[in-house]
């Protein structure tokens, strides 16, 4: 069974950084991960898309981080990654890692992480 396991969180002040990671356990079983993303989501608000990359590098950002946060990932460790920099207290949240995956016991399917806080104060 494929699990998402996330790390990197915690609590920063604003216009510091955090480096969140996510990397795919269980990769004997993994055939191929397609795209991967991070999402977010803040108190009394839904889950929103934060970013994603593809599986060729190609990215994708919510407006209101492009230019301060920068979505990467490494294929050979099935790990992606979000660096998070000039962060403002509006990014506070539980931040998800995503990925679009097919395993050998499973179609392709969207899978999730347990989710890593992310908190912006002072």
């Given at each position: 069974?494929?699990?998402?396991?996330?790390?990197?969180?915690?609590?920063?002040?604003?216009?510091?950084?955090l480096r969140l990671s996510c990397a795919a356990s269980g990769t004997g079983s993994i055939i191929?991960?397609?795209?991967?993303?991070?999402?977010?989501?803040?108190?009394?608000?839904?889950?929103?898309?934060?970013?994603?990359?593809?599986?060729?590098?190609?990215?994708?950002?919510?407006d209101s981080v492009k230019g301060r946060f920068t979505i990467s990932r490494d294929n050979a460790k099935s790990t992606v990654y979000l660096q998070m920099n000039s962060l403002k207290p509006e990014d506070t949240g539980v931040y998800y890692c995503n990925a679009d995956l097919q395993t050998l016991w499973s179609s392709r399917s969207s899978n999730w992480g347990q989710g890593t806080q992310v908190t912006v104060s002072s």
């Open positions: 069974q494929v699990q998402l396991v996330e790390s990197g969180g915690g609590l920063v002040q604003p216009g510091g950084s191929s991960i397609y795209d991967m993303g991070w999402y977010r989501q803040s108190p009394g608000k839904q889950r929103e898309l934060v970013a994603t990359i593809t599986s060729g590098g190609n990215t994708n950002y919510v």
